[in-house]
């Protein structure tokens, strides 16, 4: 798929067999509909019906509902987290648990920070069992979880911007509108949050780095 449609991400967004496309006017989507059918017949690839919506102002995708200019997580995912037990000793439950974040993951300003010591009990050397750190640790993020923000989707005219923050515990970064550049702070939104942690070379050269400065 995404030797097909890679080169028209303007308006397209391909995951997997899923592509989704997206216009600013009724008659502008016909006509990349249009286009993007076109591309499926030259291709010779078959569309589901029972699976194909079509001209619609709200949808569900990738775990986010989208509609309005707005992206919020999607109830039962939500619902799913919450639901976990507080202490993961059993190692499914745990990837399960971790797993279902990644869907939160925009939603919530450096998840990582939080799910670092987690994600360390799915190694072959990690600790499994749960102290009451640990216990605390995902009643926080469930906790994020029951109270996350409506992100909203930039506009072509959108004054963008990218805050980025670091650690030797790992990265973050936060994507804003706002109108234009000369409106105050009230006038941002949170697009997306993301977050991570370095990689063992990555972690190694940046102790080299602070080393040297």
Known sequence: ???????????????????????????????????ILSKFE???????????????????????????????????????????????????????????LNYARPF???LSKYTKPLYNKTSLKGTRTFNREDVLLVQKIKDLVSKLPELTLPVDSDYLIIESDGCEQGWGGTLIRKPNKFYNKSEERICRYASGI????????????????
């Open 1 to 35: 798929m995404d030797s097909i449609f890679g080169a028209i991400s303007d308006f397209t967004c391909v995951y997997i067999d899923d592509v989704l496309v997206f216009s600013h006017t009724k008659d502008e989507h016909l006509a990349h509909l249009h286009f």
């Open 42 to 100: 030259s291709h010779g690839l078959i569309i589901s019906k029972k699976k194909m919506t079509l001209c619609v102002q709200h949808i569900e995708f990738l775990g986010s509902e989208i509609g309005k200019g707005k992206i919020k997580l999607q109830p039962h995912i939500s619902k799913k987290i919450l639901e976990m037990p507080d202490k993961l000793e059993d190692i499914k439950l745990l990837r399960t648990f971790l797993g279902l």
């Open 108 to 110: 919530i300003k450096d």
């Open 198 to 213: 370095y990689k063992e070379k990555a972690y190694l050269l940046l102790l080299t780095l602070k080393f040297l400065l």
